[in-house]
């Protein structure tokens, strides 16, 4: 079992920045994930960073906005938040697999997922 624990949610103005992190219990992992789930919606993919190579993915709607990182001698991976928009107010998740992942964008291919983060942008 892979524990995950998402931080830095909380609010902020309209233009402004947050930083989550997602803390991970081991480093044996393949990808991880930054999914949000918007009411009456399935979870959108966001973000994802693979632990070797630190490749990168990202939605079209954060592209320039959000940055995804590791910091593999700490077990986490960050999510840098910038220019945020009111859309952005969501629930955000980290999702991990230790399997090989052949669609980051799909939030079926991760295997364990936390508990979520609130992100409120005002407006």
């Known amino acids: 079992q892979v524990q995950l624990v998402e931080s830095g949610g909380g609010l902020v103005q309209t233009g402004g920045s947050l930083r989550l992190a997602c803390a991970l219990s081991?480093?044996?992992?393949?990808?991880t994930g930054w999914f949000r789930r918007a009411p009456g919606k399935e979870r959108e993919f966001v973000a994802a960073i693979t632990r070797s190579g630190g490749i990168t993915y990202y939605a079209d709607s954060v592209k320039g906005r959000f940055t995804i990182s590791r910091d593999n001698a700490k077990n986490t991976v960050n999510l840098q938040m910038n220019s945020l928009k009111p859309e952005d107010t969501v629930v955000y998740y980290c999702?991990?697999?230790?399997?090989?992942?052949?669609?980051?964008?799909?939030?079926?291919?991760?295997?364990?997922w936390g508990q979520g983060t609130q992100v409120t942008v005002s407006s």
């Open positions: 081991t480093s044996s992992t393949y990808a």
């Open positions: 999702g991990v697999s230790r399997r090989t992942i052949a669609n980051m964008y799909l939030w079926g291919s991760y295997e364990y």
